[in-house]
Nanobody, 115 residues
Framework: QVHLVESGGGLVQAGGSLRLSCAAS????????MAWYRQAPGKQRELVAR???????NYADSVKGRFTISRDNAKNTVYLQMSSLKPEDTGVYYC?????????WGQGTQVTVSS
């Protein structure tokens, strides 16, 4: 089990950028795939970006070309750089492994994009 704490969210205008961070309580070097998920109001949580231990990445079509996921195993941290934000990117963003550890879902960080 790993404790995950997300940060970096906020209120931003459409077209703006944010960088989210996810700090893990222990090494993530042994976790093959880490990901960012988001849950929009009234919708189910969805996976938006994933990264393997080797650095391979994969993105949901809705964020491809705008979001970049990265990981720093030495710092036990996963990042999500978001640019060209759209109102539909609004939601609570969480990080977790793939598949997600049931007991590791944190509070998430709120991202609100105004039009």
């Amino acid at each position: 089990q790993v404790h995950l704490v997300e940060s970096g969210g906020g209120l931003v205008q459409a077209g703006g950028s944010l960088r989210l961070s996810c700090a893990a309580s222990r090494t993530i070097f042994s976790i093959n795939t880490m990901a960012w998920y988001r849950q929009a109001p009234g919708k189910q949580r969805e996976l938006v970006a994933r990264i393997t231990i080797s650095g391979s990445t994969n993105y949901a079509d809705s964020v491809k070309g705008r979001f970049t996921i990265s990981r720093d195993n030495a710092k036990n941290t996963v990042y999500l750089q978001m640019s060209s934000l759209k109102p539909e990117d609004t939601g609570v963003y969480y990080c977790n492994a793939v598949p997600g550890f049931a007991n590791s879902w944190g509070q998430g960080t709120q991202v609100t994009v105004s039009s």
